[in-house]
Structures are given as structure tokens and as C-alpha cells.
């Protein structure tokens, strides 16, 4: 035995360290044993190596750094015992990841291992390989796996596909060598080379679509033949689990069959049988036959329809709905909003129960119950699901109150069939929950409330009722200050009464108690403050009766310490001291907002009842994704329950942003004495506003609908929102976009004027990436153009994994070539080019305008960047 | 795809930790508190998916551990469930009555169970019954 030997063995390593009473003890013990285990290291001996490395992962796993172990993995592979090759590429699994330049140097010795005689090591290898290799290696070894798919052995067999599944993964240009193997592996009668076979073809599929061509053609029928087999087979035992055989490999059977049938007739055809099979004769008392239905469900949705199944797939998820679990009902809720797309009808029916899960104990359950119901809404069931959702407000937790609030705000805002009943809801959200409610949904009830000149009198009386009962509801006392002061006469004077109301007596003392209320309360904020000063400014013009003690009130505020309140109150009280004469017209009414054009300048929205793809989501690099409801895919990782600005019976279309954020509308056109609400606006504006240009015509619009797909795959879908989005001409000279990033090119002005050779524009540029357009107009046809996108990193790294997506309004076509690399080197090494053309049906009226994204990976990390390109040259 | 698979004791402890994508040593730690606050606070009553970035984890308690395994959106949480309930009761005759002790001791015999169970994020075998027949082959090299 070495003297030197930490004599330890691993039991008693980690008995030690579970004995220890603090963190501190542990940190010792670990460090000495790192330093035996280090010295053992530098000894180079081979004994116990297998043991320092088990020490080691022990350790590892506590959290402590354990570097140093790294060259001993390596070692111990390298040896020729198979006890310590085995430990050997467990540490390396643990210890390395892919990243890691260490890990080339067994590539090696993968190699060896990969054509071992005993079979055991191939295993090993092929293991090791699957779970952390990287794109070079597996390029190198990708043969030797090849080979192995076909190896004698099923349990190499099976490793060797799923490695395989890795390398294709990893290396997407490999897939065709692994077709033929993938398909013979189709027939084996193993479960386990059989699922991971089918695994590996699911891959296939996903990455390469002359894969997928070549399975669907030759291979439907037998996946067909498989899954009828497994589904009537005899009980057995090794494989059932809650009576059905093998419910894993039902799941992906069901899986390949539906990338499979997706987007072709003929084959979705072909397993109508089958499906329909498996959904009427699974069993769903226990989870295995629910997973499998759920699966089932899935691929009848994603494929080509045939209404009778769809029907089927709906009440199956009807019945999940109803059943006590948990788990069950979530996936039945996340399916149902799929379904929502095609079959609107079917899933209406199971409105009621949908509207009892959203008072349901769990979270997420309430969450998706509640996205469901925002899309289940229309204009008949409206009024019945507000009143539902509204009373639920009431009693809520706090946390969902927000969710819970912003979703109603937007069917009401969305659907409202006439405006008493919106102004009506819209309080009594206010009145629970006002602290939620956004800036920019008050602001639109504000604009709808001064559009309703009847409903004044209404309005003011029954904001004033509610701010007497929910004063600590700011939201609702900024907008009962602003109706008071605005609409004050008509308070006191009971005007325009309607039918349902009962009178009220107010008096203007009342009515100025109301509102220095607002002033004095302490947690009033500024904002509140400043909306209340200017409602007593008109108020003193409105009832000149009691200006003596409105003028108190404005005077005491002139010691206030925030600036804008002293201000304010300096400036309006010199107005009713001194300006009697233009006081009045100074605070007359407001002149009314028109909402189409408010609707426009409201930016910031984005498609929050989108339909989902169904399609799994690869990351196919120029397919764009819809954000679903569900936050899931939304890259800024934004709450998805912001408001949508809703298109007002005007048709007047909204600014559609590429990532949903909320940028706040844009109130450059409310009027002067406003102020206190533009200044919310340019507050809560959370990305600076980019020069708007005046000399654009364009098209505020941009749909999301224009996205183009490099690989126009055809299965990948479109689908159109489910909110109609009418064709609109917005005549405001003011487009309102916003520049996302300050670097982008700052002149919005065209360069040179029409000319027949278009100059070059620089669409983009930031701190790293600069992006440069050249024209081209192909003969023949005005209206389309030639665009040739140079990329140039101007950055001291490269940029790997490089893709640009555009987004173009809806009078444009916009088709993407590939680019010519996904690389870009550092600057002046090289740029990508890419070719787009764009054709404009509104040639002549309005120019082009786009917007990009660009993604890349920049030292191992994602970067993203977005743009907008306004500066192309008229005349294209 | 199984992004990565977690087995954590109630106080938090990371008893396995097997990760099928690449993460630095900081954003795994970072990973592992976060999906144990995540899992700890679920009520039996709750759902057993929870929304973690931009993928899902589907958990299960079993006495004091938590089996959490974190897979791509699109998958099938269900199926997930399942598998997880499978890997346990293959630890579960392997160990003999396993509890928290055996996996302690015998962690790197947990990972050989998994390796046999899972690789490249995908499931390798369905059968209980040939993963432990293999695991017997292999013991017997050793």
C-alpha cells in the first residue's frame, strides 16, 4: 500500500462529510481531501485513481471546484481495465461539458473504444459520446456510430441511435447518412432499439426535409403497422404499465406519425384508422393512458383535418377538463387553446367549465383558464364572461389580480357592444383592482368616455359615487379628478340623466371636496397631484361661485415641495387672479380625441391572442414563431398579460411590435392642457422615442403576417391572427415608431431623391453590427426591388449562428434568400451577404419600410438586436 | 428532449444532477436553487409542471427527494411523468426498498442506472426488467 495513500475509501469520505455539524467543518474536510487526492494526482499512480475519481464527483456534486480532476478522466479511460474506463467516463460526463477543449483529447480514445472488441466499452463510449459530445466530435466519429446502428447487440444498437440522434442534432448536415440506418431500424422488434429507432427518425424528420420526404413515403404504413401491433398485443408483463404495453413507445410512435402526417394529406389520411383507434379504445383512469390520449390528441390536431377526428380529439379533451386531476386538466387547457384555431365552436361548449377552472386553487391552472377564456370570448358571450371574471376580480388572490385585471380590461376593451356597458365595467375594474390597470387602458377610457358626449353626465356621476367608496384606488381617482374637472357642471347640475340612475344631489363644494381630497391625501402620487391641480383650474372657471375657495386650495399648494405642483400652482393661480377674462376659455371643454387616430398612435401592442403553431417548436433558424398567449416563446421574457390595444369600430389598425413590448403609447398630439398625462406617457416610456419623420408617408402598421421564411417550409404555417386585423390607410403624417436601440442610423431623412440607380442606405447600425442595403430594380417590374443586405461585425469577435429575420407591413412582399454563411468573421475579415426582394402593391404611394431582427451567438452567448429600417430611398 | 434531470432533497441538497445541455458551473448552481424553490413550494394538490425560462419541469416528490426533470416546451408532460415514476421504481429494486441513504452512498451507481436509462436527453429502454439485467452484467466486470 503507498504511505502516501489517503487511505480513505469513498464510504468513509462521505461519512465524514455528512458528520459535519457546520459549513465550515465540511469545507475542511473537503479540502483535505482535495490535497490528497491532488497529491495522489501528481504521484501518478494508478491504483486508486478509480477511487480518487468517485472522491472527486462526490465532491463535485457538493459544489465544490474539482478542475483538477479533469486530466485523471482522461487517464482512466485511456486504461485498460473496464472497471476503470467505466469511472473514467462517468467523471467525464460529470466533470466536462462540450465546451471545454479537454474534451478533444479523447476523442481518441472514443475512437478506440467505439471499435473495442468487448461490447461493454463500445457502450460506454457510445454513452459518453451521446450525452456530451461536440460538433467536432462528432463529425469525426460520426462513421463509427453509423456502423454501430447496425451492430448485433440490441443494447448497442439502441445506444448507437441515440447518439446518433446527438450528432444530427449537433451537425444537421450529417442527417442523410443516417436515413437508410434510421429506416431498417424501424423494423426491429426490440422496444428499445425500436423507440430509440423512432426517436432517432422523429430527429431525422425535424432536421432534414428530404428525411422526412423519404419516411413518409416508404416507412407510414410500417410505423402504422407498429403502433397497431403495440396497441392490440397481449398483456406484457415487462413492458405494461396500468394496462397498456408500453405506453412510452405508443407516445413516440405517435410522435414520428405526426411530423409525418403534418402538412400532407395523403399520409394524415393513412392514419385516421390508427388514431382514431387509440383515442376511443385507451383507457384513461390512470396517467399512462392519459399521457398517450393527450399525445393522441396532439398529432390529430397537427395534422391535415378530418373533422370527425378533430371532434373526437375535442371531447377527449372535454373529458379532461372534468377530471380531478391537477395534471390532467392543465394539458386539456393548453390543448383546448390550440384547438381554439380551427374549431371554435367545439371548445365553446366547454366555456362554463373552462370559466370554473379560472377560479381553481392552483396557480397555473388559473393562469391557462384564464388565457383560455380570453380567447374564448366574442361578441355574444361577452357581457355573460365579464360579469363572471369581474365578480371573481372581488374575490381573488392580490397576485392574480394583475393577471386577472388586465385580461378583462382587454375583452371589455376588445368587445364592448356599446359604450355605457364599457364605461361601466371599466369602473368597477377600477374600482377592485385600479392599481393594476395599466396607464395606457385608462387613457383609452378616457378617450372613449370623452367620445361619448351622452354618457358625460353618466360617467362624472358615477365616478364620483365610486372614489367616495374606493379612494385608495389611484387609478380610479386620476380618471374621477380628470371626468370631475372636465365634466363638473354636469355633476352638480344632473345632467343628461339616464334611465337606470338615481339622482344624486352634488354640490360644487362636494364636488371641490372630492378633488382636494386627491391633493391632500398623502399616498396620492405626483401624477395624481398634478391632474387634480389642473381639474380645479377648470372647476374655478366652471363654478364661479366658490372660485374664492378653489383659489385657497391652488394658493396652499404653491409652498408644495415637488416642483411641478408648486409650478402649476403658481402658474394657474395667476390665471384666476389676474386672467379672468381668458380663463374660461383656456379651460374649456376638451376638444374631443378622435380614436381612430388615438388607436394608431397607441404603439407598443402586439398579437396576444395569437394561435400557437402546433408544430413542435425546433429552432428552425428563419422560421418565426408566433408568441403563443402562454409566455413560453416570448424572447424578452415579458408577461404576456399586458394590454393589447385594441382597434376601435373605425377599423383604425395598431402598431404591431415584433416582440410584444409594451413601449407605452406615444402622446405627442393630446393636447396642451394636458400635460399631466403626457408627462406619465413620456415617463413611463420605457425605450426612448425615435424621431418620428415627418416626411414618411409610411404605413404605421407593420403585420406580422409578412414575415418571410428563408426555408419556406410548407408545413410551417402561417397562421393568420386570430384578432381580424382590417386593411387600413392611416393618413397621420406622424408614424410613431420606435427605435428600439439608440444606434440605430440616426437620419431618417432619404439620402439622395429619386434617381434611377438607388443609392445604399445604412439600415443598421450598433456598436457590433452594421448592416448595409444596396438597390436593385430587376427590369420590367417597377415594383419590385432588389435588396442586397451586407452584414459587417464590427466587433473584435466573430458571430457564429447568424440569422436575419425582416418583418415588412402588409402592402409589401418580402422574400429572403439564404444567406451566404451563418459566420461572421471579425471586421474586415469578411461579411455576409444575403438577397431579398421586395415587392410593393403600393408603389408610387408609399415607400418600403421593414423591420429586422438579427440573431447571433457572440462568445457562446445569444445576442439579439432588432431594428427598424425607415431611410430606403422613395421611388422603391 | 430532457434538458436536465434533478434529484434534490427537501433542504435543498442536489443528491443528482445529470445535464443532457452545456451550462457553466455558476449557472448550474444557479439552476439548481432556482428549481428547488420552484418544486419545494408545489402543494401535492398543484400541478406537477411548473414553468422554468423558457421550458417546463415536470416534478415529482417520492418521501423527501424531489425527481425534477426539465424538458423542451412541446413535450409531453404526462409521458414525462411516467418515466419519472419509472427510473424510481427501477432505483427502487435495484437498491432494494431504496432511501435517500443509498443514493448517497451509491451515487455513481445511480448515474450508471440513468446512463442506462437515458442518453442524449432521450429515453433508452422501457423495460425495468432489462435495465436491471444489464446493470447485473455490468456489476459483474467490475
New interface residues.
Given amino acids: 500500500m503507498n504511505p502516501f495513500s489517503s487511505g480513505t475509501r469513498l ?1 468513509d469520505m ?1 461519512r465524514a462529510i ?1 458528520a459535519c455539524k457546520t459549513a465550515a467543518e465540511e469545507r475542511a474536510v473537503v479540502r483535505k481531501e482535495c490535497a490528497d487526492i491532488r497529491a495522489l494526482i501528481n504521484e501518478d499512480d494508478p491504483h486508486d485513481r478509480h477511487r480518487n475519481l ?1 472522491k472527486l ?2 465532491i463535485h ?1 457538493l ?1 465544490y ?1 474539482t478542475h483538477f480532476g479533469q486530466m485523471e478522466c482522461l487517464k482512466l479511460i485511456a486504461s485498460p481495465g ?2 476503470e474506463k ?2 473514467g467516463y ?1 467523471g467525464l ?2 466533470l466536462l ?3 471545454q477543449e479537454v474534451l478533444m483529447l479523447v476523442t481518441n480514445s472514443l475512437k478506440q473504444d467505439l471499435n473495442h472488441s468487448n461490447q ?1 466499452v463500445v457502450g460506454l463510449a ?2 459518453a459520446l ?3 459530445c461536440s460538433a467536432e466530435m462528432a463529425r469525426d466519429l460520426a462513421p463509427e456510430v453509423e456502423r454501430l446502428i447496425q451492430f448485433r447487440d440490441p ?1 448497442i444498437r ?2 448507437a441511435a ?2 446518433s ?2 450528432i444530427v442534432r449537433k451537425v444537421p448536415d450529417l442527417a442523410e447518412n443516417f436515413v437508410n440506418a434510421a429506416a431498417s431500424l424501424l423494423k426491429e422488434k426490440h ?2 432499439v425500436l ?2 429507432g423512432v ?1 432517432l427518425c422523429y430527429e431525422l424528420c425535424l432536421i432534414n426535409d428530404e428525411a422526412l420526404e423519404y419516411f413518409r413515403k416508404k416507412c407510414t404504413e410500417g410505423v402504422i403497422k407498429t403502433l397497431r401491433d403495440i396497441t392490440n398485443s397481449a398483456y406484457q408483463p ?2 405494461d ?1 396500468a394496462g397498456i404495453t ?4 405508443h ?2 410512435l405517435l410522435r414520428l406519425l405526426r411530423v409525418i402526417g403534418q402538412g400532407d394529406a395523403d399520409a394524415s389520411d393513412l392514419m385516421t384508422d390508427i388514431l382514431a383507434q387509440v383515442a376511443t379504445k385507451t383507457e384513461s383512469n390512470k ?2 393512458g ?2 398517450v390520449l ?2 393522441c390528441v ?1 398529432t390529430i390536431m397537427a395534422i391535415e383535418d378530418t373533422s370527425s377526428l378533430r371532434v373526437l380529439a375535442i371531447n377527449i379533451l372535454g373529458r379532461f377538463l372534468s377530471n380531478r386531476d ?6 386539456a387547457l393548453n390543448m383546448l387553446m390550440k384547438a381554439i384555431t380551427f374549431d371554435d365552436q367545439a371548445v365553446q361548449r366547454h366555456r362554463v367549465t373552462v370559466l370554473e377552472c379560472v377560479k381553481d ?5 388559473r393562469k391557462r383558464a384564464l388565457e383560455l377564456v380570453t380567447l374564448l370570448v366574442n361578441e355574444n358571450n361577452v357581457t355573460q364572461l365579464t360579469k363572471e371574471l369581474i365578480d371573481y376580480l372581488e374575490i381573488s388572490d392580490e397576485d392574480f389580480k394583475e393577471d386577472l385585471s388586465a385580461k378583462i380590461c382587454f375583452i371589455v376593451e376588445k368587445f364592448s357592444p356599446e359604450k355605457l356597458w364599457y364605461i361601466d365595467q371599466m369602473l368597477k375594474v377600477l374600482c377592485e383592482a385600479g392599481k393594476f390597470v395599466k396607464d395606457d387602458v385608462w387613457h383609452a377610457l378616457i378617450v372613449v368616455i370623452s367620445n361619448a358626449s351622452e354618457l358625460h353626465g353618466y360617467t362624472v356621476r358615477a365616478l364620483y359615487r365610486a372614489v367616495l367608496t374606493y379612494s385608495e384606488q389611484e387609478t380610479l381617482v386620476r380618471v374621477a379628478v380628470w371626468c370631475i374637472g372636465e365634466y363638473g357642471d354636469l355633476l352638480v347640475n344632473n345632467v343628461g340623466m339616464i334611465g337606470s340612475e338615481d339622482p344624486i344631489t352634488v354640490t360644487e363644494s362636494d364636488a371641490v371636496d372630492v378633488i382636494e381630497d386627491a391633493i391632500t391625501r398623502h399616498n396620492s402620487d405626483s401624477t395624481t397631484k398634478a391632474m387634480a391641480l389642473v381639474a380645479l383650474l377648470k372647476l374655478s372657471s366652471r363654478f364661479p361661485s366658490i372660485s374664492e375657495r378653489i383659489k385657497d386650495i391652488i394658493v396652499k399648494q404653491k409652498g408644495s415641495l415637488l416642483l411641478e405642483m408648486q409650478q402649476r400652482a403658481i402658474e394657474y393661480n395667476s390665471i384666476v387672479d389676474r386672467h379672468k377674462n381668458i380663463r374660461s376659455s383656456l379651460v374649456e371643454r376638451m376638444p374631443v380625441l378622435d380614436e381612430a387616430t388615438f388607436n394608431v398612435r397607441r404603439a407598443g401592442s402586439f398579437p396576444a391572442s395569437a394561435s400557437t403553431v402546433a408544430k ?2 425546433v429552432s428552425l433558424p428563419n422560421g418565426f414563431e408566433k408568441p403563443a398567449v402562454a409566455p ?2 416570448d424572447l424578452l ?1 415579458l408577461d404576456s398579460d399586458d394590454i393589447l390595444a385594441a382597434p376601435s369600430s373605425s377599423g383604425a389598425d395598431y402598431l404591431q411590435d415584433l416582440l410584444g413590448v409594451d413601449l407605452g403609447s406615444s402622446s405627442s398630439q393630446f393636447g396642451a392642457t394636458q400635460a399631466p398625462k403626457a408627462g406619465t406617457d413620456l415617463l413611463l416610456d420605457i425605450l426612448s422615442i425615435g424621431t418620428p419623420s415627418p416626411a414618411q408617408n409610411s404605413i404605421s402598421s407593420i403585420d406580422l403576417l409578412s414575415t418571410a421564411d428563408v426555408n419556406s417550409n410548407p408545413s410551417n404555417a402561417l397562421d393568420t391572427l386570430s384578432s381580424p386585423v382590417p386593411p387600413h390607410t392611416a393618413t397621420t403624417a406622424s408614424t410613431g415608431m420606435f427605435d428600439l436601440l439608440d444606434g440605430l442610423s440616426p437620419s431618417p431623412s432619404k439620402e439622395a431623391t429619386n434617381g434611377p440607380a438607388y443609392p445604399s442606405i445604412v439600415a443598421y447600425e450598433s456598436s457590433s453590427l452594421k448592416i448595409e442595403f444596396t438597390f436593385s430594380k430587376p427590369p420590367g417590374n417597377p415594383q419590385t426591388t432588389n435588396v442586397q443586405a451586407t452584414f459587417i461585425n464590427l466587433s473584435p469577435n466573430t458571430f457564429t449562428d447568424f440569422i436575419f429575420q425582416a418583418a415588412v407591413p402588409k402592402f409589401l412582399q418580402l422574400h429572403l434568400d439564404p444567406a451566404s454563411s451563418n459566420t461572421l468573421p471579425v471586421s474586415g475579415n469578411g461579411a455576409i451577404t444575403q438577397n431579398l426582394s421586395v415587392t410593393n402593391s403600393q408603389h408610387g404611394k408609399k415607400s418600403l419600410v421593414m423591420r429586422m431582427r438579427i440573431g447571433y451567438k457572440l462568445n457562446g452567448k445569444d445576442v439579439l438586436e432588432e431594428g427598424q429600417v425607415s431611410n430606403f430611398p422613395c421611388g422603391l | 428532449m430532457i434538458r436536465f434531470i434533478l434529484l434534490q432533497n427537501r433542504q435543498g441538497k ?4 445529470k ?2 445541455v ?2 457553466e ?1 455558476s449557472e448550474k ?1 444557479k439552476v439548481e436553487y432556482e428549481v428547488h424553490r420552484l418544486v419545494v413550494n408545489g ?1 401535492a ?7 422554468f ?2 421550458h ?1 419541469v415536470i416534478y415529482r416528490r417520492y418521501a423527501g427527494l424531489f425527481f425534477s426533470v426539465c424538458v ?3 413535450d ?4 414525462y ?3 419519472i415514476h ?1 427510473f424510481v421504481e427501477i432505483l427502487d429494486h435495484f437498491f432494494s426498498n431504496v432511501c435517500e441513504l443509498d443514493l ?2 451509491n ?2 451507481k445511480v ?2 442506472i440513468l ?1 442506462e436509462f437515458i ?12 435495465i436491471i439485467e ?1 446493470m447485473s ?2 456489476e459483474k ?2
Fill in positions: 464510504r462521505i455528512r468517485a464527483m462526490f456534486m459544489g471546484p473496464f472497471p467505466r469511472i462517468l460526463m460529470l461539458d462540450e465546451r461493454y457510445l454513452c451521446g450525452n456530451i443494447n439502441k445506444k441515440l447518439c440522434t446527438r422496444h428499445g423507440i430509440t426517436q415487462e413492458y404499465v408500453d405506453p412510452f413507445l407516445i413516440r396517467n399512462a392519459n399521457a393527450y399525445e396532439e391537477n395534471n390532467i386538466r392543465y394539458v386553487p392552483d396557480a397555473s391552472i413542435p417548436s413560453l416563446l421574457d | 442536489t443528491r443528482l444532477a445535464y443532457y452545456p451550462l458551473e448552481h402543494d394538490k398543484f400541478t406537477n409542471f411548473v414553468e425560462r423558457t417546463k423542451d416546451i412541446t409531453n408532460e404526462l409521458a411523468l411516467e418515466s419509472l448517497v452512498f451515487f455513481h448515474y450508471l446512463d442518453l442524449a436527453g432521450e429515453l433508452q429502454e422501457t423495460s425495468k426488467r432489462a444489464r452484467e455490468l466486470l467490475e
